[in-house]
Structure formats: structure tokens, C-alpha cells
């Protein structure tokens, strides 16, 4: 009889159908002496699964409710009733383990080991099965024994083969699966970090920051260098300058009129799938010096209403944070969450710690949260019957971000109106136009497959999330906005906002760079009016708060004198018209996109706050030339956020998003 391992459906199941394909001929190849020990799985009625928990001697422990509740699960999803039990944190890992080595009588390994040849990664870590090191003991027929983590039906195989008086310690040696991925991780640390680092490049290398500056875009920037140059000295080519930039606003305000007018309908309700019908989902969590708010975290985590023995929970943490670390091992983590140690490696980004647990990834889907995140609680589920409901090329779901400790100052006011224009309005909008999304760096709901396909993140890419976005969309897959919300904290101080904002502003500055290296290509997957759309958000989001504050200067000195809308050549005239009314219009666009927003969350009590929006812009103007400097200097550095100081976290009034018709303030007034 074969052991059969039961493979993950992920991209590199081939390569580990052949590990299990030598497994089944070692086994061919042995005679089988008598049967050593004394239970068998026909001496007591029932699953084998609980037999395994009755002779490892955890049946007492679990307690009559509990197993029938880990029965019942079971039954329903399909699985054993030991995997519910594990994922709940009924019973630990360890001690399952090794209670179970010792009934099967197969040695047990505790970390770190060392595995043999012929492992790989991430492979072995993702079938459970890796080579153990050579063995010259004549009870082995091949001089090597296999390191197993058994789980569900392959418990249930080495329970028969041990029946049929099959010697499972001359081929096999157990190991819990924590040990065996960290032994794992510790061997494959170099193959780890260059395919969590390289993994774009070596699908498209045109497509990730890394690569450098080409050509033809040198050639583009000199240009525009040398026309800025001129332009301090010649008022033509300063109105010519002008009105390039001012060709790009008008895409960029269009589209969000556009925009914030779809977003005026109500959102999509989905059908709820059966709790039977409900897939795995890899929750992936990027944490660096994080220690303070870990166990807020597992809270928010554990808040999640979703089958339990369904999610798997990689939380990503360097490999100097020794802080968050133990933090997190002294909660002493159910067997659904798993600490993933990111090997050293360059560029020390969120996204490269993302591709970490995306390559782990067991999950038909993938969400991604950050450390301060607190989601609905029915969000899995909600983004599960989206998934199912709506067409395969809907590769994501954005879920709405929401700012949850206004009350700590202005800045925590401003942006939560920020984000509620974003969130609750613009891009809800573009998702309905089938514009190119430019993600939020948290609660993003993946297809697993699609994910993978396009390379993950770009680990090169300081504000991946709008990269990802884009490369979506060239990749043909849709974004959909996800009627949840996620509760997140603003920075309080000055300092830490700045830092965040630099950061995003250069990450947007990288994806410009490398979405425009091919123009040609970009608009064969885009098409023409999707192309508009992406230059729209990337180049418009930078050209607004970099020039704004300068136009505002310009133009009141030139009303001072008189010649605001009375220049002399009609280049000049042209330019200064047409930016007088983007002025205008852009004003109008950006408060009716807060005001949308605010609507809809509740938020409508901090509108007069909207007078501090210009102080706001001139921040986020010093903030994105800040930016450039940092683009020059150092574009890989990942400016941390640091996170739990929030004086006071409360969640938004409008956690149900108001959609009364094509009347969105009303709601506020009835409030």
C-alpha cells in the first residue's frame, strides 16, 4: 500500500508530485516485517482521526463538547476532526505531535533539524514531505527514512500501513509542521529571499522598480529637465510646460467626476455561500517592530466570523525582530496561525515579506491586512461570496479603509476624510468604469491563482499596492470595491505622517517610472482610454500637490498685477486660462469626493475641518518633493510607520455605509 500525500493545488504542485512519486517507490520497494505494535484502527469504532486523538491521549483533555463540535466541523468541511482541533487551539501542535510519533512509534524531530538532499522550496514545506539525511542502519531498504507532518487522510494511510504490520520507523521520521517549516526556512534562507526578491523580475523584468531607468525615458526627462530650465527664463516655454502638466490634470479630474459619479449607486450585494461552500483564506500580516499592538492583532484576527479551520494565517516577521517575535510566541498561537521568519535579505520592504507568505500561501484566496488593522468581522465572508459571484477576471476585492482615532488631533481628522474619499467614493467609481485601481496597502482580497500569475508584489516598489493595482489591470483581471470596512490608525504626529506620505509619494513616483517605460505596450494591454486612465491617477496624483502650491503663488502675484487672465501671447493666455479653471474645477472635484465620502461614513460632524484643507495640501506638497529627493537618493529605503499610539480608537458611526439613493447627504442630516 502506498502513502499517499494529499499535495496543495498550487503552482508548484509538479515538482512536489515527484517527491511523492520517490516516497511510493520506497515504499514498493520494502517488505513490511510484522506489526510491532498493538492498536489497530479496527479496535475501535469510529473515524480514524479519533482514534489518533484517543491514543495520543488528548480526548480527555478536548472535553465531550468540544469533540463533538470538532465531529460536526469536521463533517462539514470535509476533514478530520484533529485539524479542527488543532486550528481551533484545542489541543497544541507540540504535544500532538509528539504524543502521536510515540503511538505510531516513529521518531519524532524537534527544530532545527537538518533535512536531505532533495528538498526544495517552498515545496517540501507545502506536501509536508522532505528527504531526511542518509541512513546506513540495514533496516532501511534505500539507506534513507522520509520527514513527515502528517495531517487528516495521511494520518488516517500511516495508520492502515502500521495495521498491515508496516515498520514506519524504518522510513519515516515525524516532525510537527512548525518544526518542519522552520527547518525548512533555515536551509532554503537564500532561495527564500531571492524568490521573494526576484520573483517579478523573472516573469517581467520591465515590470518591477528594480529595473533601471530605460532610454528613451533618460531622454524624456531631459527634456522635460531642460523645458523646466527654460521656462524660468521664457515665458512661453514656462506656458508650454504649463500646459502639458495641465493635459495630464484634466485627465486626472475627469476621471474622478467620472468616477465619483458611479459611485453614487448603492453597493452590489452578493448571496452568502453555505458554510460548506466556503474556501480556504491565507491571511498574510507583514510586521516589523510591532511588539506593542501583537496581541491586538490576534484579536482582530480571532474576531474574524470564518470557519477557523479554514484560514491560514501567515504572519510575516523579520529576521532582527527578535521584539515581536516573543511577543507573539507568548500567546502561544492555535495551529492556524503561523510565525514566518522573512530570511536577511535585500530590499527590506512589506512587499518582500508579502511574497514570503505568498509563496507558503494554502489558501484559494489571500488577504492581506497591516498590524493596526480591524476588520468586520463577517469580511471573509463577504469577500467569499463576491468571489464566487462575480466573473474569474475579478482577481480583487478592496475592501474600505476607515480611520478610527480621529479624536487624537487634525491630522487623524484630515485623514480620515482623506480616506474617505478614497475609499467610500473614488475608488468604488473607478472600479464601476473598469478604470485601472490603485489599491490600498491593506484588506485586498486576492484569487490565490491570479495572484501568483502576475508575480505577486513588487518588492522593489516602496507603495506596492499602486503598482499592483496597475499591473492587474495590464494583466487583464477587474478590481472590485468590498461593501466592508477596515478600522485603521492614523499617524497622530507630524513626523510619522510625513514619513508615511514621502514614502507613498515615492512609491508612486517608481510606479510612473515603470509603467511608462513601454508606452507602446502599455497601451496594448490597456487600450487606449484605460492608458488615459492610468496616467490620469499616477502622473495626477503627483503633478497636483508638487506644482499646486507654486501655481498658487504664481497666480496670486499675477492677479496682484493685474495680468492673472491678461498675458501677452496666446500660449500664455491658453495656459493660464486652462489652469485657472483646473484651479477651480479641482477644488470642487476634491471636495465633492470628501463630501461623498463623509456622507456615507458618518462623518459629516468633522466638515468644518475642511478648513484646514489647504494647510493639509501644502504638507502633502513638501512631503512628495521630499519624495523626489528620496527617489534620487535612497529609492528602496521603506520608511517604517510605527503604530499603536493612538490615544483613542473608536469605531466610525457609519461602519454601514449610507447609500439613500442619489442623495447622499441626507443621511447626515437625519443623524
Not at 480527555?60 to 468540544?66: A, H, K, N
Amino acid at each position: 500500500m502506498n502513502y499517499i500525500v494529499s499535495i496543495p493545488q498550487n503552482d508548484g504542485v509538479r515538482r512536489a508530485r515527484s517527491a511523492r512519486l520517490r516516497m511510493s517507490s520506497s515504499l514498493r520497494s520494502s517488505s513490511p516485517p510484522s506489526l510491532r505494535a498493538t492498536a489497530r484502527p479496527h479496535d475501535v469504532a469510529g473515524p480514524v482521526s479519533l482514534l489518533c486523538l484517543r491514543e495520543a491521549g488528548l480526548l480527555q483533555g478536548l472535553g465531550p463538547e468540544r469533540l463533538l463540535a470538532a465531529i460536526k466541523i469536521a463533517a462539514r468541511h470535509e476533514i478530520s476532526a484533529e485539524q479542527v482541533a488543532l486550528a481551533e487551539g484545542w489541543i497544541s501542535e507540540d504535544e500532538y505531535y509528539r504524543r502521536l510519533s510515540r503511538w505510531l512509534d516513529v521518531p519524532s524531530l524537534q527544530a532545527p533539524f537538518v533535512t536531505g538532499a532533495g528538498a526544495a522550496f517552498p515545496q517540501s514545506i507545502m506536501t509536508g514531505l522532505a528527504p531526511g539525511p542518509q541512513w546506513t542502519s540495514h533496516k532501511s531498504a534505500n539507506g534513507r527514512r522520509w520527514i513527515i507532518s502528517p495531517a487528516g487522510a495521511q494520518i488516517t494511510h500511516l495508520v492502515h500501513l502500521r495495521a498491515k504490520g508496516f515498520a514506519l520507523d524504518n522510513h519515516f521520521m515525524l516532525a510537527s509542521p512548525t518544526s518542519l517549516r522552520a527547518s525548512l526556512m533555515r536551509r532554503f534562507a537564500h532561495e527564500a529571499a531571492r524568490e521573494a526578491s526576484e520573483a517579478l523580475s523573472d516573469i517581467d523584468a520591465e515590470l518591477s522598480a528594480r529595473t533601471a531607468v530605460t532610454r528613451g525615458q533618460k531622454a524624456w526627462l531631459a527634456m522635460l529637465a531642460a523645458l523646466g530650465a527654460a521656462s524660468t527664463l521664457n515665458a512661453s516655454a514656462a506656458s508650454l510646460l504649463a500646459l502639458v502638466f495641465a493635459g495630464i490634470l484634466c485627465v486626472s479630474i475627469g476621471l474622478r467626476l467620472l468616477a465619483n459619479a458611479q459611485s453614487l449607486a448603492p453597493p452590489e450585494k452578493h448571496p452568502p455561500l453555505k458554510e460548506a461552500d466556503l474556501p480556504s483564506v491565507t491571511i498574510i500580516v507583514a510586521l516589523y517592530k510591532e511588539a506593542r499592538i501583537a496581541a491586538k492583532l490576534v484579536a482582530a484576527l480571532d474576531a474574524l466570523d470564518y470557519p477557523r479551520v479554514l484560514l491560514d494565517i501567515k504572519l510575516v516577521i523579520e529576521i532582527d525582530d527578535h521584539a515581536t517575535r516573543a511577543a507573539l510566541e507568548s500567546l502561544r498561537l492555535p495551529a492556524r496561525y503561523q510565525i514566518i521568519i522573512a530570511p536577511d535579505g535585500a530590499p527590506r520592504t512589506k512587499p518582500r515579506a508579502l511574497n514570503i507568505g505568498l509563496a507558503l500561501a494554502r489558501g484559494r484566496q489571500i488577504v492581506v491586512y497591516d498590524a493596526e488593522d480591524e476588520p468586520e468581522p463577517d469580511q471573509l465572508r463577504k469577500a467569499a461570496a463576491a468571489f464566487a459571484a462575480l466573473p474569474p477576471n475579478v482577481a480583487c476585492l478592496q475592501a474600505r479603509l476607515a480611520i478610527d482615532n480621529t479624536s487624537d488631533g487634525w491630522l487623524p481628522k484630515l485623514f480620515a476624510m482623506e480616506y474617505a474619499a478614497l475609499f467610500d467614493a473614488f475608488n468604488p467609481g473607478l472600479a464601476r468604469l473598469g478604470a485601472p485601481v490603485p489599491l490600498g496597502g491593506t484588506s485586498n482580497h486576492f484569487r490565490t491563482g491570479a495572484l501568483r500569475r502576475i508575480g505577486g508584489w513588487d518588492a522593489w516598489n516602496v507603495t506596492e499596492d499602486v503598482d499592483l493595482g496597475l499591473r492587474l489591470a495590464r494583466h487583464g483581471y477587474l478590481v472590485e470595491a468590498l461593501d466592508s470596512t477596515t478600522h485603521e490608525e492614523a499617524p497622530a504626529s507630524l513626523k510619522a505622517w510625513m514619513n508615511q506620505r514621502r514614502r507613498w509619494f515615492k512609491g508612486w513616483m517608481q510606479t510612473l517610472l515603470t509603467h511608462s517605460r513601454s508606452p507602446a505596450r502599455l497601451r496594448g494591454e490597456l487600450g487606449g482610454a484605460r492608458t488615459l486612465a492610468a496616467l490620469g491617477l499616477v502622473a495626477g496624483a503627483l503633478i497636483g500637490p508638487m506644482l499646486g502650491p507654486g501655481f498658487a503663488i504664481a497666480a496670486w502675484e499675477a492677479a496682484m498685477r493685474g495680468q492673472l487672465l491678461s498675458p501677452g501671447a496666446p500660449v500664455e493666455l491658453a495656459a493660464s486660462t486652462l489652469w485657472c479653471a483646473l484651479w477651480t474645477i479641482g477644488i470642487a472635484c476634491g471636495l465633492w469626493s470628501a463630501i461623498l465620502g463623509m456622507a456615507r461614513r458618518g462623518l459629516i460632524g468633522l466638515a468644518p475641518w475642511l478648513v484646514l484643507t489647504p494647510v493639509y495640501w501644502l504638507l502633502l506638497s513638501v512631503a512628495a518633493w521630499r519624495a523626489l529627493i528620496d527617489l534620487l537618493v535612497n529609492p528602496y529605503y521603506w520608511a517604517k510607520t510605527s503604530h499603536g499610539h493612538a490615544r483613542s480608537s473608536r469605531r466610525s458611526p457609519g461602519s454601514a455605509l449610507q447609500f439613500p439613493g442619489r442623495h447622499p447627504l441626507q443621511a447626515s442630516t437625519q443623524d
